[in-house]
């Protein structure tokens, strides 16, 4: 079964729409990927929720230019998703204890992934890790980062919305700064690709 990745255009929302409806991606529905594109306390409008208004805001980015991200596929059907953009693009990674910045260079950073229980452990995170790479690759970054979790012993799946240590590890991302035990951060460079070319 070939796993393929798309970008989130208006077109492509009710596939977005699967992955977060799905069964067991119930965090992802009070969040959207919004979260890290805020900063401070947040309010919603009135008459609506926070997870309605995160909900209304990433279908306007859909419209963007710049996708706000990947949809992965497998024979068709969405199954799951990654959120990358320049970091510039997520205000509340300025204030992470964890996540702030390592140095002036303006990477893209990998924020989120949602891939629904019924397909997990098969290759989707990692697909949609290479998709990230070719995206962020083409759209002139300097370097992908991420900020994966890194555990001895793996915890539930539910919280593993980072991506895992390992995946990263095995595509080639290098630990750039460690603030907390189980926190990395990890950069992909593409500097020696364009030196390269």
């Known amino acids: 079964m070939e796993l393929t990745t798309h970008p989130l255009t208006p077109d492509r929302w009710p596939d977005l729409e699967a992955v977060f409806l799905a069964k067991g991606c119930s965090m992802a529905r009070g969040c959207w990927c919004m979260y890290y594109r805020e900063s401070g306390k ?3 409008p009135a008459g609506t929720s926070v997870s309605e208004d995160r909900r209304r805001r990433l279908r306007a ?13 497998r024979d068709g059907e969405p199954v799951g998703w990654v959120a990358l953009a320049p970091r510039s693009a997520y205000p509340r990674l300025r204030r992470s204890p964890v996540a702030k910045a390592v140095d002036d260079v303006p990477v893209w950073s990998i924020v989120c992934f949602v891939v629904p229980p019924a397909h997990r452990h098969q290759g989707v995170a990692t697909a949609l ?21 890194d555990k001895e012993v793996p915890g539930a799946d539910d919280w593993l919305w980072n991506g895992s240590m390992s995946m990263y590890r095995k595509s080639g991302f290098v630990e750039v700064a460690r603030r907390r035990p189980e926190r990395p951060v990890v950069r992909l460079a593409f500097e020696a690709d364009a030196a390269g070319a």
């Open 129 to 149: 890790l290479r998709g990230a790479i070719d995206v962020a690759r083409s759209r002139g970054a300097p370097a992908l980062e991420a900020y994966p979790i």
């Open 61 to 73: 980015l859909a419209a963007d230019d710049s996708s706000p991200g990947l949809i992965g596929y």
């Open 42 to 44: 947040v309010e919603a």
